[in-house]
């Protein structure tokens, strides 16, 4: 008479939301210790320490320090913990269906505040990384690109909806949204000079109208 012999089934639920809940870990510690100390001085060893975990377990579920840091930048710009595509962010769903320019504008001013408070520090401490390092001037021009390259599609959806004055071309329009909602931007104006961070907001909605649409 042959034994059977019987198989254990594993379930892997708990062992990854257990990775997951590490690997958020490792990402809080990593932007404290980047924001604290600046992205040179932070160390792969100082971010384990502070997530109470092994140096190799930041390799392996995370990566080295670049690869920390474009994480963060994603998390912040979709405002949860994994990056989300633009197309699917709720604000570009409003400004597509939105048929009237200023309100467009309006969505991504109140838009770009929110995302700023989370990551305006963390760009700052990219470029600043950026002008030493390789790795982090890749990633750097990474991000930049692609919020010229998202820029230019909100300018194109704008000019869609007769929301672009006469004479000023798409890629001018962009570049206009593009400098003026930049972290550096937004740090002079709310630390730098104190204004409340709505005040922001209204000052980029109202600068954009006046800048890029036609007048009325």
């Given at each position: 008479?042959?034994?059977?012999?019987?198989t254990r089934?594993?379930?892997?639920t708990?062992r990854?939301?257990?990775s997951?809940?590490?690997?958020?870990?490792?990402?809080?510690?990593a932007?404290?210790q980047?924001?604290?100390?600046?992205?040179?001085?932070t160390?792969?060893?100082a971010?384990?320490?502070?997530?109470?975990?092994?140096?190799?377990?930041?390799?392996?579920l995370?990566?080295?320090?670049p690869?920390?840091?474009?994480?963060?930048?994603?998390?912040?710009?979709s405002?949860?913990?994994e990056?989300?595509?633009?197309?699917?962010?709720?604000?570009?769903?409003a400004?597509r269906?939105?048929?009237?320019p200023?309100?467009?504008?309006?969505i991504?001013a109140r838009?770009t505040r929110?995302?700023?408070?989370r990551l305006?520090?963390l760009?700052?401490?990219?470029?600043?990384?950026?002008t030493?390092?390789?790795?982090?001037?890749?990633?750097?021009e990474?991000?930049?690109e692609r919020?010229?390259?998202?820029?230019?599609?909100l300018a194109?959806?704008?000019?869609?909806?007769?929301g672009?004055?006469?004479?000023?071309?798409?890629?001018?329009?962009?570049d206009?949204?593009w400098?003026?909602n930049?972290?550096?931007?937004?740090?002079?104006?709310?630390?730098?000079?104190?204004?409340?961070?709505r005040?922001?907001?209204?000052?980029?909605?109202?600068?954009w109208?006046?800048?890029?649409?036609?007048n009325d």
């Amino acid at each position: 008479m042959t034994k059977q012999v019987k198989t254990r089934h594993y379930d892997n639920t708990a062992r990854s939301e257990q990775s997951d809940e590490t690997r958020q870990a490792i990402l809080d510690a990593a932007r404290a210790q980047m924001l604290e100390q600046g992205y040179r001085a932070t160390t792969i060893a100082a971010i384990a320490r502070s997530a109470g975990v092994h140096v190799d377990t930041v390799y392996a579920l995370v990566g080295r320090k670049p690869v920390l840091l474009r994480e963060l930048i994603e998390q912040a710009i979709s405002g949860s913990d994994e990056a989300i595509p633009a197309e699917q962010r709720h604000y570009v769903s409003a400004i597509r269906s939105e048929p009237d320019p200023r309100r467009k504008l309006a969505i991504y001013a109140r838009a770009t505040r929110e995302i700023h408070a989370r990551l305006a520090p963390l760009l700052l401490a990219l470029r600043d990384a950026s002008t030493t390092e390789p790795e982090a001037r890749q990633v750097w021009e990474e991000v930049s690109e692609r919020r010229a390259r998202n820029m230019r599609e909100l300018a194109q959806d704008l000019k869609s909806v007769g929301g672009i004055r006469s004479g000023l071309s798409i890629a001018e329009a962009a570049d206009t949204i593009w400098v003026t909602n930049s972290a550096e931007v937004y740090v002079l104006l709310t630390t730098e000079r104190g204004w409340p961070p709505r005040r922001y907001e209204r000052w980029l909605a109202d600068t954009w109208s006046r800048l890029l649409l036609p007048n009325d």
